[in-house]
């Protein structure tokens, strides 16, 4: 395969990699040629271009095309240059949907996630006997209840502080930056290396005298 020029193959091979979802490296680059390798190190994918001055153009002359890593969701080569080449104005709504449905492609749907908290809560009791796990929620006439607090309290985590962390509590808190907002407060400790230890935990609505 022959291109006009070097920038004609590199917008060749970024289209390419976006479209098998595999990241490249350059390893060689200059003005006469380029090469690129997979980046991840175990995999043998390989291309190589350089100008044929007989035609005055760029030839591929290696091209290991055979993958041996997974598909990779995130691809830097998409980036803002990429989106600009095809010259096509989107609409702010669209772009807020699609980040909507790529950000629930990679954590999951939120909303799902509240359905199975309590069996969130029983898998934690089961996998650590003596530990403390409290969920409060609120009556709703029309479906099942709505979810309103989540306290956790993990048995290796009482047994470590009281074994080997410093016999001082600091209170801590963040907010939730989801769908469903609300407040993660933290009761933390230090350990012996003046590391931040995680005591318990709690996720509320909002930040009161009643949490």
């Known amino acids: 395969m022959k291109f006009g020029t ?3 193959f590199k917008s060749a091979l970024r289209e390419y990699s976006i479209l098998m979802g595999k990241e490249f490296k ?17 995999c043998d994918w390989e ?5 044929n001055e007989v035609r005055n153009s760029f030839q591929i002359k290696t091209f290991k095309h055979n993958h041996n890593c997974c598909r990779e969701v995130n691809n830097k080569q998409a980036n803002r240059q990429w989106v600009q080449e095809f010259g096509v104005h989107i609409e702010v709504t669209k772009i807020w949907r699609a980040m909507k449905e790529a950000k ?3 954590e999951g749907n939120e909303r799902k996630q509240y359905a199975i908290v309590f069996d969130y809560a029983h ?3 089961r996998s650590n006997p003596g530990s403390t796990v409290k969920i409060n929620t609120v009556p709703s006439p029309e479906g099942p209840p709505q979810f309103q607090r989540l306290y956790i309290c993990l048995a290796g985590g009482k047994k470590r502080f009281v074994a080997g962390c410093r016999l001082c ?3 801590d808190g963040c907010f939730l930056k989801s769908a469903f ?3 993660l407060l933290s009761a933390v400790g230090l350990d012996g ?4 230890f995680v005591i318990a935990y709690v996720v509320v609505d909002i930040e009161n005298k009643d949490n």
């Open 193 to 196: 290396n003046n590391h931040i």
């Open 123 to 125: 898998e934690l009791l």
């Open 47 to 51: 291309i190589y271009c350089a100008k």
């Open 169 to 171: 509590i600091g209170l």
């Open 104 to 106: 629930q492609l990679v």
């Open 6 to 8: 070097l920038y004609e």
């Open 26 to 42: 350059w390893k060689k680059n200059d003005k006469q040629r380029a090469r690129a390798k997979c980046k991840k190190t175990f």
């Open 181 to 183: 907002e609300g407040n």
